[in-house]
């Protein structure tokens, strides 16, 4: 049986307290997670960059 590809995802969130938040972004992305670690498993990785910018 052929391994399916794990999806890459790109989420721009816009703000950190995304991750402490219980609105509709932060259960829509709950959900994705869910639905990933359904269809391909556990990420073996994951990658998360971040940026800030300073003012000037």
Known sequence: M???T???LFVGHGSPMLALETGEAAQTL???GS???KL???PKAILAIGMVR???
């Open 6 to 8: 794990m999806p890459v």
């Open 30 to 32: 709950k959900k994705a």
């Open 54 to 56: 300073a003012a000037g």
């Open 40 to 42: 391909f498993g556990t």
């Open 35 to 37: 639905e990933i670690r």
């Open 2 to 4: 052929k391994e399916k």
